[in-house]
């Protein structure tokens, strides 16, 4: 398949650059870029899903620790 995507002057330039630093192609490193972003959106997705979800339980975000570590204790 093939696309046309429309980036910068700058950000092809440092695309280039840092396809010659790390001996990859350019298309592998917007691919490798793509991915990223698209993991660190679900990340911040289930973030907000989980912070959301321990509000509607009465929980703050200092609880985690202690819940984290009392539920491994409990799996132990």
Do not use: W
């Not at 695309?15 to 959106?41: I, P, T, W, Y």
């Amino acid at each position: 398949m093939s696309n046309n995507i429309q980036v910068s002057e700058t950000i092809l330039e440092a695309m280039r650059c840092e396809a010659q630093l790390s001996g990859k192609d350019v298309n592998s490193l917007f691919e490798e870029a793509a991915e990223q972003l698209l993991a660190h959106r679900q990340i911040n997705e289930l973030a907000v899903y989980g912070e959301g979800r321990g509000r509607a339980l009465g929980r703050k975000p200092a609880d985690a620790v202690r819940l984290v570590r009392e539920d491994r204790q409990r799996s132990r």
